[in-house]
């Protein structure tokens, strides 16, 4: 019997002239607006104990623009997010009811969702995307349109498959219209080795990702330079409000800062997770093991350390992120307690005398290395149970660039630790007797 797995095309659309382009960024702010106003009278009924089920008819609002079909999907997404909502509750799960996607002081977010029926992508030498326009847009722009707006897709989707609902949005960090297609393609057509390896990721925030695989494998995501550019921006906005009258409490200025700290963070995470995740998947991993910050963060909290991971990095949101992202490529999240992963060695098991200095490491067995990297190995270890990690390769650095991350050369031996020197692992997985370095 075949077995159908999703996955999701990502690529980028154009306008064909400024006029489309205006069309499209009406089409997508008209999405907002019906998100925004649904959710309002959404969150009002649920705080006010009432059913958040018994709304005004916002597709009647919204059709002249959207067309009947997108702006219920829109509608249906929101019920989707409202849905899950309920069941995190339910859950016992401490979460806040959905929120709205920008407002229109601020500037609102980009967004829409497109029925699988509704659109046309066509690849090739000419690939393009075709999308429904409602009448009133027609009219207003008046020129060519019959049913559709084209727009010309950049890149080349990976999957072939039954479309699914097409998420298309404004990045507007990259100035880029981008979109998601979800696709359910057989098994029988995929393009990577059966997935049975593992993965653990310790999550940080002077390096917010460091992971291992059970094939030996390792990258780091640096992120001092993003927690600096976030720390100016909100000191920034302290002195701004620090000049505010009396009885002020924003500005025009201060919520345009927030509104930029917030999407410069958001933009960096999902490149972030869709680098590891497609690293992951061409290294044939199944199941990603993350470590749980809530015991960390209860010993050893301070006023940085919350900054850092519950204001710059979101955890919650990147491990949100992770789990659909890693739902695409059929790759699976578990969220495990990561105690004593940071003290202990990755080599000898030690954790009474071992020290760490920034990023380094170092055990009196010998062992120096980097930090992060090491107790995403232990980590790994703990979770991989009787499955064999790998001899560990030389580690892949990555930086950001406010667009991508990218692969770093590789640092002079007098810079880095000495990982190599003192990786005493055999090549059967097995750690080698340890003397004295």
Same mark, same amino acid.
């Given at each position: 019997m075949s077995v159908v797995v999703r996955r999701t095309n990502t690529f980028a659309v154009r306008a064909l002239s400024k006029q489309d382009e205006q069309l499209l960024q009406e089409l997508l702010d008209a999405s907002a607006s019906l998100w925004n106003e649904l959710t309002y009278e959404r969150r009002q009924n649920?705080?006010?104990?009432?059913?958040?089920?018994d709304t005004a008819d916002y597709r009647k609002q919204y059709v002249g623009i959207l067309g009947s079909a997108t702006a219920q999907q829109v509608i249906r997404k929101n019920s989707e997010a409202w849905r899950s909502f309920f069941a995190a509750r339910e859950d016992g799960e401490d979460t806040a009811?959905?929120?709205?996607?920008?407002?229109?002081?601020?500037?609102?977010?980009?967004?829409?969702? &497109?029925?699988?029926? *509704?659109?046309? !992508?066509?690849? @090739?030498?000419? $690939?393009?995307?075709? /999308?429904?326009?409602?009448?009133?847009?027609k009219d207003e722009y008046g020129f060519g349109y019959h049913d559709r707006l084209r727009l010309e897709v950049a890149g080349d989707p990976k999957w072939e498959g039954e479309q699914g609902?097409?998420?298309?949005?404004?990045?507007?960090?990259?100035?880029?219209?981008?979109?998601?297609?979800?696709?359910?393609?057989?098994?029988?057509?995929?393009?990577?080795?059966?997935?049975?390896?593992?993965?653990?990721?310790?999550?940080?925030a002077n390096n917010l990702v460091a992971c291992t695989t059970t094939t030996g494998q390792q990258y780091l995501y640096g992120g001092r330079d993003l927690f600096a550019r976030f720390r100016e921006t909100t000191?920034? &906005?302290?002195?701004? *409000?620090?000049? !505010?009258?009396? @009885?002020?409490? $924003?500005?025009?200025? /201060?919520?345009?800062?927030y509104r930029k700290r917030t999407r410069r963070r958001d933009h960096a995470q999902d490149a972030l997770v869709r680098d590891?995740?497609?690293?992951?998947?061409d290294e044939g991993v199944?199941?990603?093991?993350?470590?749980?910050?809530?015991?960390?963060?209860?010993?050893?909290?301070?006023?940085?350390?919350?900054?850092?991971?519950?204001?710059?990095?979101?955890?919650r949101s990147f491990i949100d992120r992770l789990a659909t992202t890693a739902e695409e490529y059929g790759i699976r999240v578990g969220v495990e307690s990561e105690a004593y992963t940071t003290a202990e060695c990755p080599v000898c098991g030690e954790r009474?005398?071992?020290?760490?200095?920034?990023?380094?490491?170092?055990?009196?067995?010998?062992?120096?290395?980097?930090?992060?990297?090491?107790?995403?190995r232990v980590f790994l270890e703990q979770q991989a149970g009787e499955s064999e990690v790998g001899s560990m390769a030389r580690p892949v650095r990555l930086?950001?660039?406010?667009?991508?991350?990218?692969?770093?050369?590789?640092s002079p031996e007098r810079a880095r630790p000495n990982e190599e020197r003192t990786n005493r692992s055999t090549g059967d997985g097995k750690l080698a007797s340890v003397g004295t370095a």
């Amino acid at each position: 019997m075949s077995v159908v797995v999703r996955r999701t095309n990502t690529f980028a659309v154009r306008a064909l002239s400024k006029q489309d382009e205006q069309l499209l960024q009406e089409l997508l702010d008209a999405s907002a607006s019906l998100w925004n106003e649904l959710t309002y009278e959404r969150r009002q009924n649920f705080f006010d104990g009432e059913s958040v089920w018994d709304t005004a008819d916002y597709r009647k609002q919204y059709v002249g623009i959207l067309g009947s079909a997108t702006a219920q999907q829109v509608i249906r997404k929101n019920s989707e997010a409202w849905r899950s909502f309920f069941a995190a509750r339910e859950d016992g799960e401490d979460t806040a009811p959905p929120g709205y996607w920008g407002n229109e002081d601020k500037g609102r977010e980009l967004r829409t969702y &497109i029925r699988n029926d *509704q659109y046309t !992508l066509e690849t @090739g030498e000419r $690939s393009r995307l075709e /999308i429904p326009v409602g009448q009133d847009l027609k009219d207003e722009y008046g020129f060519g349109y019959h049913d559709r707006l084209r727009l010309e897709v950049a890149g080349d989707p990976k999957w072939e498959g039954e479309q699914g609902r097409l998420e298309l949005y404004y990045d507007e960090m990259d100035d880029t219209f981008r979109a998601f297609q979800p696709v359910t393609v057989p098994d029988s057509r995929r393009d990577s080795p059966v997935a049975e390896e593992s993965a653990a990721l310790d999550v940080g925030a002077n390096n917010l990702v460091a992971c291992t695989t059970t094939t030996g494998q390792q990258y780091l995501y640096g992120g001092r330079d993003l927690f600096a550019r976030f720390r100016e921006t909100t000191e920034e &906005i302290a002195r701004l *409000q620090f000049k !505010l009258c009396e @009885g002020q409490y $924003s500005s025009r200025r /201060i919520r345009r800062l927030y509104r930029k700290r917030t999407r410069r963070r958001d933009h960096a995470q999902d490149a972030l997770v869709r680098d590891l995740v497609e690293r992951l998947y061409d290294e044939g991993v199944e199941t990603v093991y993350v470590g749980d910050l809530t015991d960390v963060l209860s010993a050893h909290w301070s006023a940085e350390v919350n900054e850092k991971t519950h204001q710059f990095w979101a955890y919650r949101s990147f491990i949100d992120r992770l789990a659909t992202t890693a739902e695409e490529y059929g790759i699976r999240v578990g969220v495990e307690s990561e105690a004593y992963t940071t003290a202990e060695c990755p080599v000898c098991g030690e954790r009474d005398d071992t020290e760490r200095d920034g990023d380094v490491f170092r055990c009196p067995c010998g062992y120096e290395g980097h930090a992060d990297l090491g107790a995403s190995r232990v980590f790994l270890e703990q979770q991989a149970g009787e499955s064999e990690v790998g001899s560990m390769a030389r580690p892949v650095r990555l930086k950001w660039d406010d667009h991508n991350w990218s692969e770093l050369p590789h640092s002079p031996e007098r810079a880095r630790p000495n990982e190599e020197r003192t990786n005493r692992s055999t090549g059967d997985g097995k750690l080698a007797s340890v003397g004295t370095a």
